[in-house]
């Protein structure tokens, strides 16, 4: 029992010593979504930021939706999200305070690299999603509720075409990866994220191009805003907005440009105004 | 397959360079689920030795409930301590969302019904026998309990184990009330999760074979410990 009782107390101790020593440097908390943090994207910007100001950005990567209802209850400073309709909505409602658009990413149909559908001549997304109809192509749908599958809908929705439960159209329920896999064996079309589709479609030996891109309604932009300090009077204001200014300005669009993948791929275009 | 290969192999030279990002995610694991266990011990030992020798109005009903509570979805506990947390939250002053103590305070509500109940059912199920020898010999009630919590010393511990088992392996209520940060909150099981949000399926399932090394460890002593204390009997 001797050796139970200093194995007890040597846990106890060094719990209690090893207590995070919290340093005096200024730390920030950042709302984001889980697409922008798993990127690698904040891992490259970060540091720069970091290193010219000695503010340090703790990022909590979360679905967009938790992302804005956790600047709206004051448990961060800033948020960096997409879904501009949400995000003026609640700027509106008085919760933020200084919106900024810092980036996009886009979506992009892609299809059998034959596209027997002829869709490649194509520049409307919503024409192509109807075109794809009225041949015998499968269509792959996340069917998910992820932002890819919500931007999906969203053009149906303007084809007219209420696409659930035709035979055409399969819900895979899965992620990016594994739903363009599925469009590849069925040789259906199916919308992905350009990111996504750069990183695997070599890795997978997808038989499979690009068939429509550019499309506004494929544009996926990224805003950045200041939890409203008037609002929740703790938060760190003058260092988020130190964070917000920086962002857009010359220095942090050049970092987002120049952040690559792993395979060297550009997966956001600066447009901050 | 190949994956499953490769996840070993990328796991074992994880374990040879130990990298000092890794060796800090590593160590806060450990630090928040021991500190998570020490809590839970510290309250749930006593409250499952009064469950166990005493009987009282609504004992049966404590007990149902401790039971059930063994079964707590980390979801539900790290969405009701986020809220309570939160800035918004009743306990938004202490500005303690999104730290390690936080998750601390996680995993010792997940941890507590476990180390409770299962003490509890380690004291009932001592001989009532040595109860009795032992008032018979003039011992204070604290001694009989005292006496009994050591006859009852290897079922507690076994409470203690799987509390310990149920925490290093949880990530969902960390996941909400640590956030995941980079550094700072980011332990083995969110660090998991990631790499596996990410698509670094291998890096990810080294991860997980690093954890069940560790645990195999530490569940190697306590059960030394355990063994050491029915010995001595």
Redesign the interface.
């Given at each position: 029992m001797r050796l139970f009782k200093s194995l007890l107390l040597s846990v106890l101790v060094l719990s209690v010593v090893s207590v995070p020593a919290v340093s005096a440097e200024t730390r920030i908390r950042c709302a984001s979504t889980t697409s922008t943090q798993n990127s690698g994207l904040f891992d490259y910007i970060l540091p720069i930021f970091e290193k010219k100001t000695g503010i340090k950005v703790d990022v909590v990567g979360v679905g967009t939706g938790a992302a804005l209802e956790i600047g709206k209850r004051g448990d961060c400073d800033v948020v960096f999200v997409h879904a501009e309709e949400f995000e003026l909505k609640a700027l509106k409602e008085g919760y933020f305070v200084n919106r900024y658009d810092v980036m996009y990413n886009d979506f992009i149909i892609i299809g059998p690299s034959n596209d027997l559908a002829k869709i490649k001549d194509m520049k409307s997304a919503s024409d192509a999603f109807k075109r794809i109809t009225e041949t015998n192509y499968f269509f792959v749908s996340r069917g998910d509720r992820s932002g890819t599958h919500i931007k999906e809908l969203s053009i149906w929705k303007k084809a007219g075409i209420e696409p659930k439960g035709q035979k055409w159209y399969l819900e895979v329920g899965q992620g990016m990866e594994k739903t363009q896999r599925v469009a590849n064996e069925k040789k259906a079309y199916t919308l992905t994220d350009r990111g996504t589709w750069l990183a695997t479609k070599d890795k997978d030996k997808l038989e499979m191009s690009i068939v429509l891109e550019g499309d506004p309604i494929l544009f996926n932009q990224y805003g950045i805003m200041a939890v409203n300090p008037e609002r929740h009077r703790h938060v760190k204001y003058k260092e988020a907005m130190e964070f917000v200014i920086w962002i857009i300005s010359q220095e942090g669009q050049k970092a987002i440009a120049d952040f690559k993948d792993k395979n060297s791929n550009q997966l956001f275009i600066p447009n901050a105004k | 397959m190949d994956s499953i290969i490769s996840g070993f192999v990328k796991a074992f030279s994880l374990i040879f360079h130990l990298d000092k990002e890794l060796l800090g995610i590593i160590?806060l694991s450990l630090?928040v689920s021991?500190?998570a266990l020490?809590i839970a011990a510290a309250i749930g030992l006593p409250f499952g030795a009064i469950i166990g020798l005493r009987r009282f109005y609504g004992r049966d009903l404590i007990i149902s409930v401790l039971n059930t509570f063994m079964g707590l979805p980390p979801v539900v506990v790290g969405l009701s301590l986020y809220l309570i947390l939160?800035?918004?939250?009743p306990l938004?002053f202490m500005?303690l969302?999104?730290t390690?103590s936080a998750m601390a305070t996680a995993q010792s509500i997940l941890a507590f019904p476990i180390v409770a109940s299962l003490c509890h059912s380690a004291i009932v199920s001592v001989d009532p026998i040595i109860k009795q020898a032992s008032v018979t010999l003039g011992a204070t009630p604290l001694q009989v309990t005292i006496t009994i919590m050591k006859e009852a010393r290897y079922g507690i511990m076994s409470g203690v184990i799987a509390a310990f088992g149920r925490v290093m392996a949880e990530v969902g209520a960390i996941l909400i009330v640590g956030?995941?940060?980079?550094g700072?909150t980011r332990v083995m099981t969110t660090t998991i999760a990631?790499e596996t949000?990410?698509?670094n399926f291998e890096l990810a399932l080294a991860l997980g074979i690093v954890l069940l090394a560790i645990s195999l460890m530490i569940n190697m002593?306590l059960h030394y410990?355990q063994k050491?204390?029915v010995r001595?009997k």
């Open positions: - | 160590f630090k021991g500190l020490i939160s800035r918004s939250g938004g500005g969302l999104y390690p956030g995941n940060i980079a700072y990631l949000d990410k698509g002593v410990v050491l204390g001595t």
